[in-house]
């Protein structure tokens, strides 16, 4: 039986490339290493056990605890007098091990002192396998092969991991938990923190463990390069306890296998049944990222492991920050994806569910409602991570105030940032000072936390309209070179159904001014002009429709347009009673988003708004498409004035 993390979706690529299934390995401990907010507070990891994993798993610990200390009362004093029997030196020994770490991430690096062990440090008790002195010149790393410090009977206690039967003691201690990474001694995490990026985070808010997925897909530590794999497992485990169902998926699996672990008395590597595992951790350290893609209720955990083609030493010294893709990491992906001609436009605008218009939530009520958008960001940038794919952020000013962090995270990652406003009000309720106002307070909060600079804009609700067409002037302005809001079809609070260009082009603003336009897909079915491949329409519409779209553009040499926001990953968002119409569009399909932008992404290429206007092929689109704005200006802005609706606003193809 193969893990449930090499089921279905598994493609190998040989010659140090990358092996995907639906379990993903991935960065989500970014987040930790992020630096210090603006006030000089530190930067709160967020990604801590849910309530109901945490209960669960204490459970689960007692009554395998309890279990464990009976079971094996009576072979207690056997294995004692054994090991007496066979060389001197007590029969059991304490160690120092190094416990769960309840601190939250973001601390400097450069302020960590040497009796930093990364967790609370507690006594372990084991039967001894090795002989008396055998550490008279410190602690070392397991001896690969036959170690001579360990006993005959070591060796047998060591293969049937009956040596670590008093542990269950700091199982019911709640010192350790029955699954979790393996407890490492102070002398090894302190040194492991400086060459092992991320070797930390294994430990937050997790308990170590005494079996766990690294212990029995790779056994016993035998030298630095075992441990860097090790960590990667490490952090996967932790991530698989954010998500009540995968944890359990996680748990049940780590379980069935440290049986299995037992009766062959080897790590799963060594397994003739798991040629795949095997060749994932063999021969170099690899890189590992997390994406948790749900669909129909069920999140499924997969994993892309990529292999390392330099030095070990070079692999853990790198930076803390995430790993980009390495060349051989790209050229694999692409072969994973369908040969397009052009890439498309992959797009987020990074709002909360409070902020959606169909759920007409007051201002008032933002600051009090709980929101994931901090792990619903994670979750995206990890699931662009596993296809080597690049995006733009559209992010609101209000959420980069709340939430630092996501702008960090989104930084950090190499993906575009661009503006989404202020207070997500649509341009259509605002006067031209009022908008000037609002796209200024975006721009400080974004730059306040990136060193970007920050090109792009996407309207609230694509409320760049025929009357609102004086907005483009103020973006140019402020040194916004390409928007990304106008929508060409008719709906009841958006679009310009007589838009004369579907294509990237450039909106002349006369005076001198201009500014690109990005407008958002539409598609012509049956006589009708109907929007496509995002937000609601995305989760609407059959997956085989967004997909037979995408194809056609791209075969036609056109780029389309995907759009979403983090809200609609998360199912378990609050729901609010609204009208029936409202509550359908915010509301469903939610359970199908990941899972139809995990298809895309595997069948098309994708990347953000601004790498892809700086490609020959849409800058050839650019040079031979220019669209001509007619519109009033204000002889000055006014703070309360509105410009006249529908006065002379339009738009003329050149």
């Known amino acids: 039986m193969e893990p449930f993390f090499f089921r279905k979706r598994v493609t190998a690529v040989t010659d140090g490339g990358v092996r995907k299934s639906d379990f993903d390995l991935s960065t989500m401990v970014m987040e930790a290493t992020a630096p210090k907010r603006a006030d000089g507070a530190e930067g709160e990891t967020n990604m801590k056990p849910s309530t109901a994993v945490s209960a669960l798993k204490r459970t689960l610990d007692i009554a395998v605890g309890l279990a464990g200390t009976t079971a094996f009362l009576l072979a207690y004093p056997i294995l004692a007098l054994l090991i007496k029997l066979e060389s001197e030196g007590p029969a059991l020994y304490s160690q120092s091990r190094v416990g769960l770490d309840k601190r939250g991430g973001g601390r400097r690096e450069d302020s960590r002192r040497a009796t930093d062990v990364g967790g609370k440090p507690f006594t372990i008790c084991k039967f001894r396998t090795m002989s008396a002195d055998a550490e008279k010149n410190g602690p070392q790393l397991c001896v690969k092969g036959h170690d001579p410090r360990v006993t005959r009977l070591g060796r047998f206690l060591r293969s049937t991991h009956l040596d670590e039967l008093p542990q269950f003691w700091n199982v019911l201690k709640g010192e350790m938990s029955f699954i979790g990474p393996r407890p490492e001694r102070p002398h090894f995490t302190v040194r492991y923190f400086r060459e092992i990026p991320d070797y930390r985070e294994r430990t937050r808010h997790v308990k170590p463990g005494i079996t766990g997925l690294s212990q029995i897909v790779l056994g016993y530590d035998d030298s ?44 799963l590597t060594e397994s003739a049944r798991l040629p795949a595992l095997a060749e994932l951790v063999s021969e170099n350290p690899g890189r590992a990222r997390i994406a948790m893609v749900r669909h129909r209720g069920t999140l499924k955990p997969a994993m892309v492991l990529a292999k390392s083609t330099g030095p070990a030493h070079e692999q853990v010294t790198r930076s803390e920050a995430p790993i980009s893709p390495s060349r051989a990491e790209r050229g694999v992906a692409s072969q994973l994806r369908s040969e397009a001609p052009i890439s498309n436009f992959f797009t987020i605008d990074v709002e909360c569910w409070f902020h959606a218009h169909n759920l007409h939530m007051p201002r008032s009520a933002w600051d009090g409602s709980k929101t994931r958008v901090v792990e619903n960001v994670h979750r995206i940038l990890n699931l662009l991570a596993a296809h080597d794919s690049k995006a733009t952020f559209f992010v609101l000013g209000w959420v980069a105030d709340r939430f630092p962090e996501v702008v960090r995270m989104i930084d950090i990652a190499g993906h575009e940032i661009g503006t989404h406003g202020y207070h997500h009000e649509k341009v259509t309720d605002m006067t031209p000072y009022q908008f000037e106002k609002d796209l200024d307070m975006s721009l400080n909060a974004l730059t306040r936390y990136t060193s970007q600079k920050i090109i792009g804009h996407r309207a609230s609700n694509f409320s760049i309209v025929d009357s609102t067409l004086w907005a483009l002037e103020t973006m140019s302005r402020y040194g916004i070179e390409y928007d990304s809001s106008i929508f060409p079809v008719k709906r009841k609070r958006y679009g310009i159904p007589s838009y004369p260009n579907r294509m990237p082009h450039v909106i002349d603003l006369g005076n001198g001014a201009s500014i690109k336009e990005v407008p958002l897909s539409v598609a012509d079915i049956g006589g009708k002009t109907l929007p496509i491949s995002g937000g609601g329409y995305l989760r609407l519409y059959p997956h085989a429709v967004t997909d037979l779209y995408i194809r056609h553009q791209n075969r036609q040499g056109r780029p389309a347009m995907l759009y979403f926001h983090p809200w609609e990953l998360d199912v378990e968002q609050k729901r609010i009673a609204t009208g029936r119409l409202e509550s359908f569009q915010h509301y469903v399909n939610l359970d199908t988003t990941e899972w139809k932008l995990d298809k895309l992404l595997q ?48 738009l003329l193809a050149a």
């Open 224 to 267: 630095l390069e075992s441990v860097v794999k090790k960590t990667h497992f490490d952090l996967a485990y932790r991530a698989s306890m954010f998500s009540l169902t995968s944890w359990i998926r996680m748990e049940f699996w780590v379980l069935f296998n440290t049986v299995r672990y037992l009766v062959k008395r080897g790590p």
């Open 603 to 650: 069948r098309h290429s994708f990347t953000s708004v601004k790498e892809n206007l700086a490609s020959g092929s849409i800058k050839a689109m650019l040079a031979s498409h220019t669209v001509s704005a007619r519109f009033a200006r204000p002889a000055a802005i006014h703070p309360v004035r509105p410009m006249p609706v529908h006065s002379t606003g339009g």
